[in-house]
């Protein structure tokens, strides 16, 4: 069983950064698929970034791509979402999944494990 904790959320203007964190535990992380998803209010969950258990293969939605940057450090067994020039539009609950295996996934039924979800706030 994998847990999943997000850290890094909070208000920030127009053009600003954040770098979100997801801290895994009780698996073998360097075996999983790490994905970042959102869901703004009255929205459904979306995709946003997905990194391969190497590191090596990457995946954005459209609508961050260019401005958001996923990263894995296997030795802390830590997921990193770094996110530059912040829109109104990326306000949502982040949220840090893991999916069994070696493929980058977008989907989200493919991801098993769930993390509570970090609050991002982007004011104009």
């Known amino acids: 069983q994998v847990q999943l904790v997000e850290s890094g959320g909070g208000l920030v203007q127009s053009g600003g950064s954040l770098r979100l964190s997801c801290a895994a535990s009780?698996?073998?992380?360097?075996?999983?698929?790490m994905g970042w998803f959102r869901q703004a209010p009255g929205k459904e969950r979306e995709f946003v970034a997905t990194i391969s258990w190497s590191g090596d293969d990457t995946h954005y939605a459209d609508s961050v791509k260019g401005r958001f940057t996923i990263s894995r450090d296997k030795a802390k067994n830590t997921v990193y979402l770094q996110m530059n020039w912040l829109k109104p539009d990326d306000t949502a609950v982040y949220y840090c999944a893991a999916a069994p295996g070696f493929l980058i996934r977008t989907t989200r039924g493919a991801y098993d494990y769930w993390g509570q979800g970090t609050q991002v706030t982007v004011s104009s």
């Open positions: 009780g698996g073998t992380f360097s075996t999983y698929t």
